[in-house]
């Protein structure tokens, strides 16, 4: 009578056994490769290595029951133990954790809550000339601890104020509302950089993680991406290989390059917070992306921000030639060409399509960047912008848009212009008062916040304070709207002649809107005066 050994043979269990297990491999390989590319969720991945493992022990039976010297027939006894392995492999696949409760959900689930600030790094090397790369090393930083899926993570606009700050810490954290900060001090003497960061725990006042780098040829590309892992680590966050690589992703090998980036965004970035469109602050910006440019002509981030810079030039009218807004659209496609993951790529495209009027098209743009990067005060802001320049105003997207801007960088200007704006849509004209004095507050130079605030004012019936507000902002710019608006509130309040004055000021400056007049409840003081009507009639005559 043949042993069970020689019965294993006769049937070839072992052959059947070891082709199973390969093959096995094989899929658990394939599955780790398409994994983060096809999104697959861990509840799918672990179903599949639930359903290899039980696969074992049925091709095992099936061997013995119909291996090279096994028989043909079904047997009861063969049926008994496959629905034993099918039983078992259904209860072990019922027993396995929710999605919500796998461990990359778990993972995310974890990193609620998690903000970080990172202050700016402290330079103290001798030479004051090469302090912007402490500068730059602290946005490098910001930027890819950014990539770290659910953590928020201020602006380093936000924390520029922090610079030199003696404050300790917790006392920062406590006034960002963020759960850590990390700092860091560059220090460079000759041809040795040493660079030290430590990470705190705002709720404890305690170290996490401290560190320091040296070199004679500091990497900053290295440094940073390597900073941003062990920030993960300190968390025990899990990262996942497509979130690894994001965090040590290389845009160039230049660090030249790298640096005259880093000091032309800084320009672009404070122009559209502040509003601030100069040729003097834009010039800036474009000197160190061609810097930049040039160097590495492929560096993607510099061309969106060459883009950005093209396109405020364009928009300011600084140039508004076809050229400049053709080339601004053709750095804003190149970047994307060269990675489409870049958020500011997506930003660029956005501000193109949105200067060529496509404000829905602008919104996309925009709303792809923010799929990449939440944190962006700018995304935030622009989309808010063009929300409001829709037709019909999409005001409560474009309010929604604004607080999160705010939220994100509460010195960012142009955020609170645009949330006075959504509301003054909406009606809410107490709450748009208030939003647009708020804005005011951080800068007191932009027109065109003193425009919509005065419109409120006359909204609400606050005429003289809507008198002085409009009076502020036409000192600032004499645009034919603000010139109209002003006259408004001049006939509201009595001053007939000044207000004949700024309308006479807005016609000769192209406003032809006539209807404007006899339409609006606030000209009606002048509406019998013959002296409007014969304004009106001369400008109508003009060619």
């Known amino acids: 009578m043949p042993t069970l050994l020689e019965h294993l043979k006769q049937r070839k269990i072992g052959q059947w056994g070891l082709a199973y297990l390969a093959f096995l491999v094989a899929v658990l390989g394939v599955q780790d490769a398409v994994a983060d ?6 509840a799918f991945q672990r179903a599949v290595l639930v359903l290899l493992v039980f696969g074992l022990p049925l091709v095992l039976v099936l061997a013995w029951f119909h291996g090279d010297q096994g028989g043909q027939r079904v047997r009861g006894s063969e049926l008994l133990m496959i629905a034993l392995i099918i039983g078992g492999a259904g209860a072990s696949l019922a027993l396995l954790p929710s999605e919500a409760e796998s461990p990359r959900r778990g993972a995310l689930t974890a990193r609620e809550g998690l903000s970080i600030a990172v ?37 380093p606009r936000s924390m520029a104020r922090f610079k030199g700050s003696e404050l300790d810490v917790t006392e920062i954290a406590n006034e960002l509302g963020v759960s850590h900060v990390l700092e860091g001090a560059v220090q460079w003497g000759g041809e040795q950089a040493r660079f030290t960061v430590q990470f705190t725990d705002a709720s404890t006042g305690f170290g996490e993680w401290s560190q320091a780098f040296s070199g004679a040829s500091p990497d900053p590309f290295t440094l940073t991406g390597e900073m ?5 680590d300190a968390l025990d966050l899990y990262l996942s290989p497509t979130e690894t690589d994001a965090v040590r992703t290389r845009y160039t090998d230049n660090a030249e390059a790298w640096n005259a980036f880093h000091q032309g965004w800084v320009f672009v970035e404070t122009a559209h917070a502040e509003g601030d469109y100069s040729e003097a602050r834009l010039g800036r910006a474009e000197e160190y992306f061609a810097r930049a440019l040039h160097l590495d002509s492929l560096y993607a981030p510099a061309l969106a921000g060459m883009s950005l810079t093209h396109g405020y030039v364009y928009y300011a009218g600084l140039d508004d030639s076809p050229e400049r807004l053709a080339t601004a659209e053709a750095m804003a496609l190149k970047a994307l060409e060269i990675d489409d993951q870049l958020p500011e790529a997506h930003t660029a495209l956005g501000q193109v399509r949105a200067i060529q009027g496509d404000h829905l098209a602008a919104a996309e743009a925009y709303e792809g960047s923010l799929e990449l990067d939440d944190d962006n005060a700018m995304a935030w802001c622009l989309l808010a912008w063009v929300c409001n320049r829709l037709d019909p105003q999409d005001a409560i997207r474009a309010e929604r848009a604004a607080r999160e801007s705010i939220s994100r960088d509460p010195a960012w200007f142009m955020a609170y212009h645009q949330l006075g704006w959504a509301l003054q849509g909406q009606g809410r004209y107490e709450e748009a008062e208030v939003a647009l004095k708020d804005g005011i507050a951080v800068n007191n130079e932009y027109p065109y916040a003193y425009e ?10 606050k005429y003289d304070d809507a008198l002085v507000t409009l009076e502020r902002a036409v000192s600032l710019d004499e645009g034919t ?31 032809r809107a006539f209807d404007a007049f006899s339409g609006s409840p606030y000209f009606e003081a002048l509406r019998d005066d013959p002296r409007l009507e014969a304004l009106l009639d001369e400008y109508r005559a003009a060619p």
């Open 119 to 155: 202050l700016p790094f402290r330079y103290l090397g001798p030479d004051p000339g090469i302090e912007h790369f402490a500068d730059a090393m602290t946005n490098e930083l910001t930027l890819r601890l950014a990539r770290i899926e659910g953590v928020r993570v201020r602006s």
């Open 481 to 511: 709207i603000l010139l109209l608006n002003l006259g408004a509130a001049q006939a509201l309040t009595g001053d007939l002649d000044g207000a004949l004055e700024s309308i006479e000021r807005a016609l000769t400056r192209g406003f």
């Open 452 to 461: 919509v605030l005065g419109e409120v004012q006359l909204s609400l019936g």
């Open 228 to 232: 941003a892992v062990r920030v993960a």
């Open 37 to 42: 590319p096809l999104q697959l969720s861990d």
